[in-house]
């Protein structure tokens, strides 16, 4: 009898500990984040800055459909680290658990080791705080009648602000949302290398201090519709929500940590755990630029002789303005190809293609055709090929409106298959960026974001001033946005009123300026009329020559939805742009903080006197600038009401 007990005791000892967690820690380099990480019968992770903790255990698994559960059982640990990162990876039986820390924040992701074909049922993400924080979220805002309608929809809306207790339960977020921590910290959860997987959204149903990663279900049923035809509708998902033959890499599931708001404006997470492009793969080709776009402005220009529209006499004083200026390309928008047909080899009557392809090549001016994403997914390969041999540079693909799986995956062969043809790809239509542009550098921009084109139809409801600075510290932080500026009409809080055919921005005109330089926007469109541009000659010429890829960003300074200023290099010359909400503001600006020793010559553009009764009214002032150590050095800038201010030095050699 005594053995039988001792062999029972060893039993239940040698069972409480293989089921007792493990727990492991992992640091930063710089030590200031650690992650806090228990593996036992699941696996919860917690974050502390310090001694302060910003996020409490947090439950992450994955459930597949034959039951299997990644993030489950026995595992052992290994640790790692490289230049900018420490690693520590969860080995289990079917798969690998990654966590990465960062000085600027930390991600995890699982690694499938499946030797067959398997389906992912759900994900559990979750995001817990150890209290109610406020916190500031993108909800979807079409299709609202239930939670699953909501996975249709174009992924632009302005941010509410909110306790994370005081979610609208009858609502999803699209990432990336910001939670205020203690102290000034905030915490920007955004998710990377999002390549053959359902895009995350956030939602509370709890009303607690948690949020839980929500996922589109697989497509099964697809029916094309929408806008005019351009669309596939789902009208029914399968019970899983992703599907594969075999081993796969997931997404990164990233927590920026940003000890001030203007950390966030240099953040690259997510490009940095994005995969990188294919050994041996050649981007030389790719020419990012500015392009003059005709459907913010409806096609209105003016003193001609021939009536604008789609039509090639107008795409020709396009191409010229361009070629004036030395913009890189002109976009041909939604009209050029016959309506309804989803066809894009059905090209109006009006449009002789192949004639302004040749204009354009001999003004060195690019065309970019606009697609919507039914009409090239299904014809992709052959539209590749034919427009790339006629000359076209990229595509300008609209209306996906949906980031399942299916759609994900849409985008990845998009920018496979163009760049096989040497063609850019701009996602409009879409998705936030979550690192496919580093894949495919043709990848140039994506919108997912609530862009000056809202103007043209929304009313005085619509606060974009105080949305343009706030998207700069969440939005942008996760990639390039097509937000369109450059509106030449100018209004104030007051004067605003949406007019379709000859659109106007909120704020004053400095502000569209130096959205050029605060925004990232590797292809930036030049939304107004060449007209109204040729009116504004100062202007005209800054925005002709401000680079839209740079050298080195370095944040000067920002509060979320108040203010914010940065500072951009590209080769030795240096732009900054600040931008204010409608408060009129003062910004003091440390010149140390980028330039150097030497002389300078500044080029100017602050708010006119009057810019908060007429939003047009700028003032462009021009001086030579010398030594890093003098008292001007500190640059004292008024932003009017709405209102803004760009800069350009230039050394002088």
Not at 121 to 127: D, H, I, R, V, Y
Not at 218 to 240: A, C, F, I, T, W
Not at 351 to 363: A, S, T
């Amino acid at each position: 009898m005594k053995k039988t007990l001792t062999l029972m005791t060893a039993i239940m000892i040698a069972f409480g500990a293989a089921a007792a967690p493990k727990d492991y820690s992992l640091s930063s380099p710089d030590g200031s984040l650690t992650v806090k990480i228990s593996a036992g019968e699941g696996v919860t992770w917690s974050l502390y800055q310090g001694e302060t903790c910003l996020m409490s255990p947090s439950g992450i698994s994955m459930t597949l459909v034959d039951g299997t559960v990644y993030g489950t059982g026995s595992c052992r640990a290994v640790k790692g680290s490289c230049e900018d990162s420490n690693s520590l990876t969860l080995k289990f039986k079917n798969c690998d658990l990654v966590f990465k820390a960062f000085d600027e924040g930390v991600a995890y992701r699982f690694i499938s080791k499946s030797k067959s074909p398997f389906k992912v049922l759900s994900e559990q993400a979750a995001f817990s705080f150890p209290e109610d924080w406020t916190m500031y979220a993108s909800y979807v805002r079409q299709n609202t009648t239930s939670l699953e309608s909501q996975y249709f929809n174009s992924f632009e809306n302005l941010y509410s602000h909110f306790n994370i207790s005081g979610w609208e339960r009858s609502r999803l977020a699209f990432l990336p949302v910001l939670v205020e921590a203690p102290h000034g910290t905030k915490l920007c959860i955004m998710e990377s290398d999002l390549l053959n997987y359902p895009g995350m959204y956030l939602y509370n149903g709890d009303g607690d201090t948690s949020l839980e990663g929500n996922f589109a279900p697989y497509p099964k049923d697809l029916e094309q519709g929408g806008h005019n035809m351009l669309q596939m509708l789902v009208k029914s998902r399968e019970n899983y929500i992703a599907r594969y033959d075999g081993a796969t890499s997931f997404p990164w599931r990233i927590v920026a940590v940003a000890e001030k708001d203007s950390d966030l404006l240099a953040n690259n997470l997510v490009r940095r755990l994005s995969t990188p492009p294919a050994e041996g793969s050649d981007f030389s080709w790719v020419r990012p630029g500015k392009v003059a776009w005709e459907w913010w402005n409806d096609w209105n220009i003016t003193d001609v002789d021939f009536e604008a529209g789609i039509n090639n006499e107008t795409y020709k004083y396009y191409i010229d303005f361009a070629s004036q200026h030395g913009i890189e390309y002109v976009i041909l928008d939604e009209g050029w190809a016959v309506n309804l047909k989803a066809d894009l080899m059905q090209v109006v009557p009006e449009i002789d293609l192949k004639e302004l392809v040749e204009y354009g090549r001999e003004r060195n001016v690019g065309l970019i055709l606009w697609a919507g994403y039914w009409a090239f997914d299904r014809d992709m390969e052959n539209v590749c090929r034919y427009f790339s041999e006629l000359g076209i540079k990229g595509f300008k693909i609209d209306f996906m409106d949906r980031d399942d799986q299916i759609m994900v995956d849409f985008h990845r062969r998009a920018a496979e298959t163009a760049a096989k043809y040497h063609l850019l790809v701009d996602f409009h239509g879409t998705y936030k960026p979550a690192g496919l542009d580093r894949t495919y550098p043709n990848v140039v921009n994506y919108e997912g974001v609530h862009g000056l084109e809202q103007l043209k139809w929304s009313g005085s409801e619509v606060d974009q001033v105080t949305y343009d600075v706030t998207i700069p510290f969440i939005r942008m932080v996760a990639g390039p946005m097509d937000y369109t500026q450059g509106a030449m009409r100018n209004a104030t809080r007051e004067n605003f009123r949406p007019v379709n055919s000859e659109g106007m921005s909120q704020g004053t005109r400095c502000r569209q300026l130096a959205e050029y330089v605060v925004f990232n926007s590797p292809l930036t469109m030049l939304c107004d009329s060449p007209s109204n541009y040729m009116k504004e000659p100062e202007c005209l010429e800054y925005i002709a020559e401000i680079p839209t890829v740079w050298d080195e960003i370095v944040p000067l300074d920002g509060k979320v939805a108040e203010y914010v200023a940065v500072a951009k290099r590209k080769g030795d010359v240096w732009y900054v742009g600040g931008m204010t909400n409608w408060d009129a503001r003062d910004m003091e600006i440390d010149l140390r903080k980028f330039l150097g020793d030497g002389k300078w010559q500044v080029e100017m553009f602050t708010d006119g006197v009057n810019a908060h009764r007429a939003a047009r009214d700028f003032r462009k002032t021009e001086y030579t600038l010398e030594g890093a150590d003098n008292d001007v050095f500190s640059l004292k800038v008024h932003m009017a009401p709405g209102g803004g201010f760009a800069i350009k030095f230039t050394p002088v050699k």
